[in-house]
């Protein structure tokens, strides 16, 4: 749900600056997906919960960015905005990756 909502707000930007985002994954991200679809129980919950930390990692350093560089008032906002939550994820996501270790 908080993924579902920092989308609708950068959705709203997006739309009044008539920006269209695209809607579909990437080569890399659905090849991340066709890969997670073939494993089963704890092999998935391992490279899934570790794609998780890498994922969340990766976006607090672009959010970072944009918020500290970024041109747009309403998209440096937006990405402040949501580090916080972000980062949360990855604590979450870290903590999974411990749990899943123990099995």
């Not at 997906?33 to 092999?43: M, N, Q, R, S």
């Not at 350093?61 to 309403?74: S, V, W, Y």
């Amino acid at each position: 749900s908080d993924h579902s909502l920092m989308n609708k707000e950068l959705h709203k930007i997006t739309t009044k600056q008539r920006i269209t985002l695209t809607e579909t994954l990437d080569p890399q991200h659905q090849e991340l997906l066709d890969d997670l679809t073939k494993l089963k129980e704890v092999a998935f919950d391992k490279a899934y919960t570790k794609d998780m930390v890498a994922g969340h990692e990766k976006a607090i350093q672009l959010f970072e960015n944009e918020a500290k560089n970024g041109r747009d008032a309403d998209v440096k906002a937006w990405a402040e905005k949501c580090l916080p939550t972000l980062r949360e994820h990855l604590k979450l996501a870290q903590a999974a990756v411990k749990d899943v270790k123990g099995k």
